[in-house]
């Protein structure tokens, strides 16, 4: 298993958390971004800069994973993609996308997006805070409890 970060818009916490449980765990994690990324020292963590161009991050991760792998996003089609090729998606607030809700986000996502297309003021996400941090923190660990086994 290999953890996958859409890394362009991935909060720098929810980075440094993953960067933790990669380490402790020996799990190779691959950023993935179209611009230049730091990652710490680490023979199982490496970014991966994609050419700028939309969802070209996306299409890269979704062709490179194998099924079983975990992707890090926010991004409800590279999460349905991801889930379509028998991989796993976690967003950076702790929900785990599945087979079961993921149509219903990509629903409500395409009906957002539609009110904003028309004018509708619809607002953004609340702001990310420490609940937000411990709840990914916690569906991470859970996650890799479940299903990690060490890559060297």
Not at 99 to 109: D, G, H, P, V, Y
């Amino acid at each position: 298993m290999h953890i996958w970060v859409d890394a362009d818009a991935c909060p720098g916490v929810i980075k440094e958390i993953v960067f933790r449980a990669a380490e402790r765990l020996q799990i190779q994690t691959i950023l993935v971004a179209n611009q230049m990324l730091r990652t710490p020292p680490s023979k199982y963590i490496r970014a991966i800069q994609v050419p700028s161009g939309f969802d070209v991050a996306d299409r890269h991760i979704v062709d490179q994973l194998a099924p079983g792998d975990l992707v890090i996003t926010a991004d409800i089609p590279l999460a349905a993609g991801v889930i379509e090729r028998g991989a796993h998606a976690l967003n950076p607030r702790g929900e785990l996308y599945t087979t079961a809700n993921i149509q219903e986000r990509l629903s409500m996502r395409n009906f957002m997006e539609s009110l904003r297309s028309a004018g509708v003021e619809t607002g953004g996400p609340p702001s990310f805070g420490q609940a937000d941090r411990q709840a990914f923190g916690n569906a991470l660990d859970r996650f890799l409890a479940k299903h990690a086994r060490p890559t060297a």
